[in-house]
Each structure stands twice: as C-alpha cells, then as structure tokens.
C-alpha cells in the first residue's frame, strides 16, 4: 500500500463519518469538566498499542472551546505493513468529527507517523483545521508554539533508517505491554505502562528526553514566544528553560500508548497534565460512596 494510496482510503472513511454511527455511542447528559483547551498526541489509531477505552472514557468526560490534535494520530508507518483498525478506533474518528461539527475549534497538526496528512496543511477537512504547527494564546496572555516535534528528533533527521527500525522495536515492546495490563486486569489491578517504566530506567533514553526538551524550549525562545507544547517522545512532561534570561515554558502532552496523557488548560489560563489512568480512578473512588448510599437507601425502602 503507496502513501496516497493509504491516503485514499483513510481520507474516503472520514468522508464517511457523518452517516456512520459508533460502536459505543457517546454517552448523552453526563458531567463534563470543561477546559478552554485540550491538547492530545502520539494516539496511533492502526496499532494494537493504541489504549482507544481509555481515550474514549477521556473523550467522553471532557469538553474544551479548542482541540489541539498534535500528531501521530494515525500510525500510517504501521498501517502501510499490515491494515489494523477496529471498531474503537473509528469511535474515536467519530467522536473527535462530532466535536468539531458541535462547534469546538479543532487543529489537526500531523506528525512524522501521520505525514501523509501534511500535503494538505491549510486545508479544512469536516471543520478540522491541518496545520504544520500553530501558535496559542493562553487566557492569561501567554504565546506558545505547538507542533510534534519530529522536527527536532536528531534521529528522525539524520538516520530515518533508524527509526523504522526503532519503531519495530517499539512495538514489541507495545506488544508485551498488553500482555501484562491483561494480567493486571484479571487481577483487578489499573493499567500500567511497562515500557514508560523501562524509558526512565535506561540512562540513554532518560538523556535522549532531557536534550530533546531542551532543544524544542531553546527553537521556542527563538521564536520569541513564552513557551511550546509538543508531543513524539511519548513523555508527558512540563520544565522551565532560561532563552537568554527569558523563561520559555515546555510542554509534552505524553501520548495515548504509554501513559495515557492529556495536557488541558483551564479556563483562567492555568494549565495541567492529566494522567487519565490515575483520573479515571479518582473517579471511580469518588463515585463509590455515592454507589454504597444508594443501595443501603434502596434496602432501607425494601
């Protein structure tokens, strides 16, 4: 499969959402924690890697004025070897389409595993904006940058030989991940990522993330803006650089294989990194008071 041939097929599915319906509906009248913006990335609809529940349950319990899709939302690297797409994954396609048809701003930025969708930067697919990157101004007044960030990947540049195979590796790692948050669920025990584990043990990649944060906050101050968000390394994670005495803020909104992360701003301007494993939990703890009062009300009425 050619790269525009993938393009045809993904492009006619999207053409196709509007009529299609989800396999899990999404739910009607539920809470919602609303932010002014949300930034998600590295999703990889197409891999068995993908968590789609989880990013359905995030989908399904968040709201936000704007959306920032910040690459790898389609693995076409993968897709291109072995076609993969399940049913969770068009509900995600799904959900994100409504979304902008509801009238949230959504800005598609697409990253080195999705690149195909760059040949259209400037064009609006179903009220989705494609950008090769964008600029956002908070609501306290900050300007930042937002972009994948394969641009600054010194393997991506030079030795993209490299990253196929780094990719392949990856996936077995992928692969191994499942099995074990399998067992963890029969065990009744919450995901939990192996391999963002492994990252932070293996000195090398720990320097990896560490140069590579610093080169994207440096490219940032560059550009004179306060701060930058970014995703591709798969590594949630907020610092502060100095750009000649400037504080540039960085930003990685984490991924949707690992460790299931988005980055949100709240309506003031404050911004935070959800770990959605860990919300969903709280949720769940919070909500199991209330379950307990119910029922010991409805056996009292028995």
């Avoid at 760059?118 to 937002?146: C, P």
């Avoid at 029969?186 to 932070?200: E, F, M, R, V």
């Avoid at 959800?274 to 056996?299: G, S």
Wanted: with cysteine.
């Amino acid at each position: 499969m050619t790269s525009a041939d993938l393009t045809d097929l993904i492009g006619d599915n999207i053409a196709s959402f509007p009529l299609a319906s989800p396999r899990i509906p999404e739910p009607e009248g539920n809470a919602r924690s609303s932010y002014r913006t949300i930034w998600i990335s590295d999703v990889h609809l197409g891999t068995k890697g993908c968590n789609a529940e989880l990013l359905i349950d995030f989908l399904d319990n968040v709201d936000s004025e704007t959306m920032y899709l910040v690459g790898d939302i389609i693995d076409g690297w993968r897709l291109k070897k072995k076609f993969y797409w399940p049913a969770a994954h068009n509900d995600i396609v799904w959900r994100i389409m409504k979304r902008a048809r509801r009238g949230t701003r959504v800005v598609y930025i697409p990253g080195n595993h999705d690149e195909m969708f760059r040949q259209f930067t400037g064009m609006n697919f179903g009220g989705i904006e494609i950008r090769r990157a964008a600029f956002h101004d908070t609501a306290d007044g900050r300007r930042l940058m937002v972009l994948h960030g394969d641009e600054f990947d010194a393997v991506m540049l030079s030795h993209r030989w490299l990253a196929f195979v780094g990719d392949h590796a990856y996936h077995l790692m992928m692969n191994c991940n499942q099995a074990v948050n399998r067992v963890r669920r029969w065990l009744g025990k919450p995901y939990w990522s192996l391999s963002k584990a492994a990252k932070h043990k293996v000195k090398n990649a720990v320097e990896f993330i560490g140069k590579y944060e610093e080169v994207v906050a440096r490219a940032a101050g560059e550009r004179g803006v306060d701060g930058v968000v970014c995703g591709h390394i798969h590594t949630a994670e907020f610092r502060m650089f100095d750009h000649h005495g400037k504080s540039i803020e960085y930003w990685n909104d984490g991924d949707w294989v690992e460790g299931c992360n988005a980055l949100v701003e709240h309506h003031d301007g404050r911004m935070e990194i959800l770990h959605w494993p860990e919300e969903m939990k709280r949720r769940l703890a919070d909500a199991a008071p209330a379950d307990a009062a119910t029922d010991e009300q409805a056996r009292e009425a028995a």
